[in-house]
């Protein structure tokens, strides 16, 4: 059984820092492909960033130049690294993962079959 749970959110203020985890039981990172997503009120759940097979890695363009996605095999466990975090930035968290993904998938959460419950991040003015 695949499980996944998020870890590291929290209320920050505009500027700070948060890195998030998420654990990964039941599936291997070998050949997974790995994403985050979010979804702030009243809104879709929308695409962050991923390891496409556990090799190449791909970023929403919004967040690139302040988020970085990465992993520890070892522990099964993947991040995400947030910098300058804004008060849009405000959202649950998740982490996705998935076998047999195409890489014109990755950003519909629909194409996505595992899911964490989602962490919450505030960031504050």
């Known amino acids: 059984q695949v499980q996944l749970t998020e870890s590291g959110g929290g209320f920050v203020q505009a500027g700070d820092s948060l890195r998030l985890s998420c654990v990964v039981s039941g599936l291997t990172f070998s050949g997974t492909t790995m994403g985050w997503f979010r979804q702030a009120p009243g809104s879709e759940r929308r695409f962050l960033a991923a390891?496409?097979?556990?090799?190449?890695?791909y970023y929403e363009d919004s967040v690139k130049d302040r988020f970085t996605i990465s992993r520890d095999s070892a522990k099964n466990t993947m991040y995400l690294q947030m910098n300058s975090l804004k008060v849009e930035d405000t959202a649950v968290y998740y982490c996705?993962?998935?076998?047999?993904?195409?890489?014109?998938?990755?950003?519909?959460?629909?194409?996505?079959?595992?899911w964490g419950q989602g962490t919450q991040v505030t960031v504050s003015s």
């Open positions: 996705a993962a998935g076998r047999g993904l195409i890489l014109s998938s990755l950003r519909d959460h629909r194409n996505w079959p595992n």
């Open positions: 390891f496409f097979r556990n090799q190449n890695t």
